[in-house]
């Protein structure tokens, strides 16, 4: 039976992804994990067995990993790569553990967001309570893009449902600026930790304001004051 | 490095009418929020949104952390020793440091301080 992982000799290791179609992956036990507090189907101790799993016929009892713990790999290879030269290589086990270390963040943040719920008597978590954990947890840097992130999406999610009911120019919002029909940024140039080209959040859906200043509308435009004009051509796909 | 694009994509998808595509599925994103705890009830529909973009976040740190790394060994290959490296040496990774040390068949340095 060819799973891939009989990579032969020495099990102190997980093999974590046997080549196979149907997205599950068979781990041999023969690793001495200790911790898991974030609810992976994962081998523990007590299956335990390491050196039994040398045999090539049929393997020892296993735990099945399914991949649905994680992220999809090609997904994260393909944020990898934009951060990474072009000339760059990496090696499988390394996006593996960066597999893995995403979903120990998702789980981490979620963690303390559900304690902040449990404490206050919400059964929900919300964005909010996300981006509070974050802050809480060390990320801060992460917590202003987001909330631009949001606030844009939560724009876009309103357009549709209003863009029926009213022109995008009536929005019964006070423009400082006649431009109400700016396209959405050009090139906003995301840096982690920077606040380069991160925008005032824009407060209406295909409107923004020059000088910085947030309206009121669309709830809590994010504090940051880059500079709008910032590698913008505010018509350049609207002419 | 240019990160022109990083937005185009996810968020702007939206504009003229398509909810996608977010880098990360939102799916899979929400079913490892449930199984973080046994006391996650409910989601709301935007937290995972929240996260497809954070882990891109996230993922583009770590990723930029280990490159460091390995470029100091001169090669040009990221292994997992290089992710374990750069988790050793970022404070904010600390919650890693157990995965890191599983995964990686070679007794890592230690953190040093800071």
Known sequence: MEHGGGSGGGFNRFYKHAKSTSGLSIVYGGSSNSNNSNGFINNTASTNNGNAANSNTMPPPCTVREQDQYMPIANVIRIMRRILPTHAKISDDAKETIQECVSEYISFITGEANERCQREQRKTITAEDVLWAMGKLGFDDYVEPLTVFLNRYRENENEKTSLRAEPVLKRGIDYGSPIVMAPPYGQPGFHVGHHQGIFDGATAMGGYFRDGSGGGAGGGSSSSQASLTNNFDPFVQYK | ?114
């Open chain 2, 1 to 114: 490095m240019r990160q022109a694009g990083t937005y185009s994509g996810i968020v702007w998808g939206g504009i003229s009418g398509k909810t996608g595509p977010h880098l990360l599925p939102l799916a899979r994103i929400k079913k490892i929020m449930k199984k973080s705890s046994e006391e996650v009830k409910m989601i709301s529909g935007e937290s995972p949104i929240v996260f497809s973009k954070a882990c891109e976040l996230f993922i583009k740190e770590l990723t930029q952390r280990s490159w460091m790394v390995t470029i100091k060994g001169k090669t040009r290959t990221l292994s997992t020793e290089d992710v374990a490296s750069a988790v050793l040496a970022t404070d904010l990774f600390d919650f890693l440091v157990n995965l890191v040390s599983e995964s990686a068949p070679a007794p890592l340095h230690p953190k040093p301080p800071n």
